[in-house]
């Protein structure tokens, strides 16, 4: 039996800015691909950080236009040794020994399983892809090169949202915010680009650490650094500038709210008190779903058609609630 993983869809829309609509859908653009591609290898496209993407699946489905496009991504870099870990290993020092890739081989890092109706995607990601914006990545560099109209490529993924929790926010405005996370998370994590929310978690409970280990005997620092992992930081933001100066930062905040819930981090929990009391989070805003499944015995990746099929329950749920393509 297969290690169990929590993972999460994302529902999201090929937009295009006024002027360039194109004259087909995004599934007839992708299926003049996928008919023109003859191997994996006419689909790869490389990337600086997640090596080479290519299709490696695509449901046999995909000519038919009455049913969505599925298809599986994954990604590798040529050549790139794994390091192993040892299991048993008598020494007090595990010597670590890469592993090279089979010929022709790379090790999967990432996976991506997306499914196409019209405009709308649904997007499953695992290991180093994250979200649903490497694979607008790897889409819009993949249009590129099959060079498909000017304007067909000049198109975004937006994740679909719950208008009536955004208009809740927009009507009532935003009383305070509350964010919470792991502290080891948002001071140590490798550098990427952090979403707004993640910057003010960081910077807030950067200097809160440093408070705290500012106030400990010298000797208790180095068992404090060790705990910090497991400290959950939760702070609230909320404005006291007086008559004159709060509407305005409460005005700030709303905005900056509305920000926060389309661009949601990996990292952090927030939730948004509107000024009449309801709870607002991005899980509200967002139409995304999360499953659990297992991975496959013995391997660490999941199993295309398991995923799919998640993907087309999801597809279907939407419809019953008159959610898709609207």
Known sequence: MGRRATKRIHYVRAVYNEGYAPERSFSD??????????????????????????????????????FPILLALGAGTANEKMSTMGIGVQTDVDQDGAERPPQQRAFKTADAFVLIDGFDLLVCTDGAMRGYKSVWYYLANLFDKYSLDPKEQAF?????????????????????????????????APAKKNTFAENIFGR????LQG???????????NIASDQWAEMNITTTIKPTGGKKAEPVLLESMKRASLEMLEDVPGTLDITLITKEGNKVTPMDVTLSKTFQITRRQARNDLATFDVWAELENYRAELIE??????
């Not at 807030?204 to 200097?207: A, P, R």
């Not at 609630?321 to 609207?326: D, E, P, Q, T, V």
């Open 204 to 207: 807030l409970t950067d200097d």
């Open 156 to 188: 975004d993924l937006q994740p679909r949202s719950n208008q009536v929790s955004v208009e809740t926010v927009s009507n009532e405005g935003v009383k305070f915010i509350e964010l919470s996370g792991v502290l080891y998370q948002s001071t140590n």
């Open 29 to 66: 653009m992708v299926r003049e691909i996928l008919t023109r591609s003859a191997s994996v290898a006419a689909t790869e496209i490389y990337t600086e950080s997640l090596g080479t993407i290519a299709i490696r699946e695509k449901h046999s489905n995909w000519k038919d236009p009455k």
């Open 321 to 326: 609630r008159k959610a898709w393509r609207k």
């Open 211 to 221: 408070w705290l280990e500012g106030s400990l005997p010298k000797k208790d620092r």
